[in-house]
């Protein structure tokens, strides 16, 4: 079993930056792939970016693709996500997740664990 809590959200301006943790409960966080999700208001939850469980590999939307940086601490048992050059179309709840050694990162339902999410909203 793993928690996910996510922090770090708010209120900026268009090309600002802001940065979003995920703390993880339990002993077996090293195990999981992480991934970051979104969903604006009326639309469909969206994979943003996902990192394997040990932190080699990264994967990204093309709409945050040079934008968004995904990383991971396995010894503090937290994933961040650094989001830069902000745009408004970036506002969205913003959800990290847990994929405990499905194959694939990008569809939602390879992942096992979800935080409660964080909210970002980017003014123009």
């Known amino acids: 079993q793993v928690q996910l809590v996510e922090s770090g959200g708010g209120l900026v301006q268009a090309g600002g930056s802001l940065r979003l943790s995920c703390a993880a409960s339990?002993?077996?966080?090293?195990?999981?792939?992480m991934g970051w999700f979104r969903q604006a208001p009326g639309k469909e939850r969206e994979f943003v970016a996902a990192?394997?469980?040990?932190?080699?590999?990264?994967y990204y939307a093309d709409s945050v693709k040079g934008r968004f940086t995904i990383s991971r601490d396995n010894a503090k048992n937290t994933v961040y996500l650094q989001m830069n050059s902000l745009k408004p179309d970036d506002t969205a709840v913003y959800y990290c997740?847990?994929?405990?050694?499905?194959?694939?990162?990008?569809?939602?339902?390879?992942?096992?664990?979800w935080g409660q999410g964080t909210q970002v909203t980017v003014s123009s």
């Open positions: 997740a847990a994929n405990r050694l499905r194959p694939g990162v990008r569809p939602e339902t390879n992942y096992d664990y």
């Open positions: 990192i394997s469980w040990g932190g080699s590999s990264t």
């Open positions: 339990g002993r077996t966080f090293g195990t999981y792939a």
